[in-house]
């Protein structure tokens, strides 16, 4: 599925608004002072394009801090007139569409926690219309790439021309080291879905630890994403929402001096050559693994029968667990990784589960018949 969605390039958004586009602030909107001097201080950084500054942040849990409310749109307004920077603040519904509109804002961003629900996407949408502000979508909570597509599709939809994404990783209840599993595979399909969509990454909360700001971002950058979203804040220990994950102004600079751009299309025919001749190398090898997957099927479809016929369940725990871990090891000797042997292999597994499931259930369905 590739959908043709009407979508102004980022580099038309603003004068200067190339790659990489980079919005930085605080995750929450605390006082004035604290929104001034942070953002005079970002507006002093030049890939800094816009000043970012949560006014309701909607929590997972109540009773932590959930933004300042209204009032804090006349400091963003302040922010525009005296920096010269774009602003832009989270909407989580129609009112919030219209006074973040009233008050000049540039730039406006939906959640994850909205973005898992259509019902309000669509009232967001119903009340962008006719408006010419920049929309980004965050990736839903869970990783369902269809509701992050339909999200955008409504609000493109409502006129919207300047919109993209971001990816701000997805809940798990594994434990990992990053907040929010980046899945990076799941950006990367939204852009084969929707061509020329900007994709901006927001290492904050796919680490949610300082430490990874720069890992995640560079990440970023070489899967060829337009931009980052990086909270900022001039004391970030102080800051009373998602601390953590926070940096400095100067310690933005480090990251973004830090950052190396690749280049996605190369010029040189020589180098476009060898990079032809080594995907020609891979499509061959992707043959082949198509080719072995369909005789693994082959053999899952006879253990199938197998079982049907012994009256065997056609889950066995045990042959799982021990299949898994030689693959690991197995993997390791080979200079592969166990996350890529776990997925691989857990994916190969469900669907030898599901097509010996069918192979007994239509035994059974032909029995009632």
């Known amino acids: 599925m590739v959908l043709q969605i009407d979508i102004t390039p980022l580099n ?55 933004g300042v409310g209204s009032k804090g749109l006349k400091w963003l307004r302040k922010v525009k007139e ?59 909570v869970n990783p369902d790439i269809d509701l992050w597509t339909g999200a955008i599709e409504r609000i493109a939809s409502a006129g919207i021309k300047r919109i993209g994404a971001i990816h701000r ?12 599993q980046p899945n990076w595979q799941i950006p990367i399909e939204l852009r084969r879905r929707i061509p020329g969509l900007p994709i901006i990454c927001d290492p904050s909360h796919i680490g949610g630890a300082r430490r990874y700001i720069f890992e995640l971002s560079q990440k970023a950058m070489d899967l060829n994403f337009e931009g980052l979203i990086i909270e900022s804040h001039y004391d970030p220990e102080k800051a ?57 099927m082959q053999i899952a479809d006879r253990i199938g029968e197998f079982k049907k016929h012994n009256n065997i369940t056609v889950l066995q725990s045990a042959r799982w667990d021990e299949v898994i871990s030689k693959a690991v090891v197995k993997g390791k000797d080979k200079g592969l990784s166990a996350e890529l042997i776990d997925a ?5 597994h469900q669907e030898s589960i599901n097509r010996q499931i069918r192979i007994i259930n239509n035994e059974m369905l032909n029995n009632n018949k």
């Open 12 to 66: 038309q958004w603003m004068q200067g608004g190339g790659r990489p586009f980079i919005i930085s602030g605080p995750c929450s909107a605390e006082s004035e002072e604290q929104v001034m001097k942070t953002a005079i201080t970002l507006a002093g950084i030049k890939e800094v394009k816009a000043f970012r500054a949560g006014i309701w942040k909607p929590r997972t849990r109540p009773g932590s801090f959930e």
């Open 169 to 180: 990783g997805f809940s798990t209840f594994e434990k990992t080291a990053y907040r929010n």
């Open 344 to 348: 691989v292999f857990k994916a190969i």
């Open 82 to 140: 005296e920096t010269g920077l774009l602003t832009a603040t989270e909407v989580a519904n129609e009112k919030h569409v219209f006074e973040a509109i009233k008050y000049g804002v540039d730039i406006l961003w939906i959640g994850a926690r909205t973005s898992v629900n259509p019902f309000t996407v669509q009232e967001i949408a119903d009340a962008l219309a006719g408006t010419d502000v920049i929309v980004l979508v965050k990736n839903p």
């Open 240 to 296: 009373l929402s998602d601390a953590a994950q926070q940096i400095t102004p100067d310690e933005l600079v480090e990251v973004l001096a830090r950052l190396v751009l690749r280049n996605p299309d190369p010029a040189d025919p020589k180098l476009l050559d060898t990079l032809g001749e080594l995907r020609q190398q891979i499509d061959v090898f992707d043959d082949h693994l198509i080719e072995l997957l369909e005789q693994r």
